[in-house]
Every structure is written in C-alpha cells, then in structure tokens.
C-alpha cells in the first residue's frame, strides 16, 4: 500500500494558482477578466547625446557617430528635401545594403540589436541637414 493518495480527477483538469497585484501595502487584486495583469512599458532614464549635422560634400559618406561599445540606442532624422542613407555595417553608400531616408522620416536602431560600431551617412548634396541622437 502506498503512503501518497491517489486523487482519481478528470482529464480536463487543470491545476489552477491565484496571481494578485497590487503594491506594497496595498489590496492585492485577483486577476481577472474585469482585472487584467497591468502590463505595459516602462521607461528608462537615458542622457542624448547630440549627433546632428549637415552633409560636408556631398555624394561622400561621413561618420554620424563614431563607434562606441556602450551605445544602447540612436536615432537619425532627415529633415532635408532629399533621401540621405545609413549604414552601420560600414560605409554609407547612395543604395543598397545602406538604410534609406526619406525626407521627413525618422530611423530609430532596434531595442533589440543595436549597433555599437560607427554610423556612416551620405546624401547627394552638401548642405543636406539631419537630426541624430546617440544614448
């Protein structure tokens, strides 16, 4: 005879765990429908680093930000009349594999692989001016 009790319970049983939230002091709340588990982004503090410009001459790549291991993000905006392209593999050139933008956009490096080497630009004109933060 075994010293463990067997429980005969349906197939379609589920074992269940009550979650609850609340802060510390606080009502814990049972999560439900009416209740649901808050989630959602929080942010971090970061400090920008300016890395805006203008294209020296144009047609010839330029260093946007120089390489830098503890990048944890940046942004580029083109706020002139014509595409300027990015490249963080290497040069920047007037096509592909460089990222192209548009008058107007915006490119932001992903969360989730940021580049640490230099971030090379190129635009057709001197004088092409764009937006950039590092952080």
């Given at each position: 005879m075994s010293s463990n009790p067997v429980i005969d319970a349906p197939a379609t049983f589920v074992p269940r765990t009550a979650v609850s939230f609340g802060g510390a002091g606080d009502v814990a709340t049972a999560v439900d429908a009416a209740h649901p588990m808050p989630v959602g982004p929080r942010g971090v503090a970061v400090s920008y680093v300016d890395r805006s410009g203008v294209i020296a001459a144009g047609g010839t790549a330029q260093i946007a930000a120089v390489a830098n291991s503890a990048r944890q993000g940046f942004f580029v905006q083109n706020i002139s009349t014509?595409?300027?392209?990015?490249?963080?593999?290497?040069?920047?050139?007037?096509?592909?594999?460089?990222?192209?933008?548009a008058p107007g956009q915006l490119y932001e490096s992903p969360a989730h692989g940021v580049p640490s080497g230099a971030i090379s630009i190129i635009g057709a004109t001197t004088g092409q001016a764009y937006v950039a933060r590092e952080w």
């Open positions: 014509a595409d300027l392209w990015l490249s963080s593999v290497g040069t920047a050139l007037a096509g592909s594999p460089s990222l192209r933008i």
